[in-house]
């Protein structure tokens, strides 16, 4: 009886602690983007990567990190004005 309640118990702490690490990662994301000027950020989280896309004036940037080691893997800019 003891296994099965501590099984959702380990499970959800294993997912809030993952919540809490990706809020944390993600709150920095739109600190430097809010830092640096851009109005619009819209994030997208994935099992291994965070999806990011932020508007400033006419220029859309596109950023792809690594959630483990936060490194950028992908990054484009381009015109806003079709968006």
């Known amino acids: 009886m003891k296994f099965t309640t501590t099984v959702p118990i380990a499970t959800a702490f294993a997912i809030w602690v993952g919540a809490a690490h990706a809020d944390t990662f993600n709150d920095s994301i739109v600190q430097n983007l ?8 819209e994030i997208k ?3 291994t990567q965070v999806k990011v896309e932020a508007i400033r004036g006419a220029e859309k940037l596109e950023v792809i990190y690594d959630r483990t080691t936060g490194k950028i893997l992908k990054q484009e800019r381009e015109s806003a004005l079709g968006d």
């Open 34 to 41: 809010t830092d640096l000027g851009y109005e619009f950020i």
């Open 45 to 47: 989280n994935g099992p």
